[in-house]
């Protein structure tokens, strides 16, 4: 990451799903774009997990993941080039909730509060759904105690329905792969 920004570095988690072409291929081919722009780097990802469609039903599996960025991009930036990523690798957006070559969600960026016509921060539904918080709790750090996010993310994954509709599908897709201890 070449940082060419005078604005101090933030760690921001993202969600990332996809359930048309090569599931597996586009996510890791938006991870890839993702870590090679100059002010984005890919720290760590979570597995992938291959999941059932929420709200529009009539639509193949999913693939869900997450994954922890570092950047020097405000908030609106990143999601701009989250955006960007979206169109580059097939996103129509005609069917809400419907099926999609690629979804990326900026989830949290380092505690902070935002409610724009563009953005809310943190992710209005994340708590709400599985197949965002089981890939979270594989990469939120621990440095994210202090803010309460890793907290956050165990109880509303103890409290939530619909895990039993997520499987496992891989333990990584990207190179830069999972990072965290097994005990």
Known sequence: MNIHSTSEA????????????DREGTLREALNQLD???????????AVYETEPVGYLDQP???????ALRTTLAPEALLHVMLETETRLGRVRDIRYGP??????????EGLSLDTPDLTLP???????????????DIVSQNEESSGFRGLITTALQDIDGKEGIRLWTTNVWDGGLERSES
């Not at 722009?37 to 979570?46: A, K, M, P, Q």
């Not at 599996?61 to 994954?67: D, E, G, S, Y």
């Not at 992710?123 to 709790?137: K, N, Q």
């Open 61 to 67: 599996q999913f693939l869900n993941m997450a994954a």
């Open 100 to 109: 999609r070559t690629v979804d990326l969600d900026l989830l949290w960026v």
């Open 123 to 137: 992710h209005p539904r994340m708590l709400e759904r599985a197949f965002v918080l089981l890939p979270l709790s």
């Open 10 to 21: 933030s760690e921001a988690y993202i969600a990332l799903g996809a359930n048309l072409g």
């Open 36 to 46: 090679q722009h100059e002010e984005i780097e890919v720290l760590r990802t979570s």
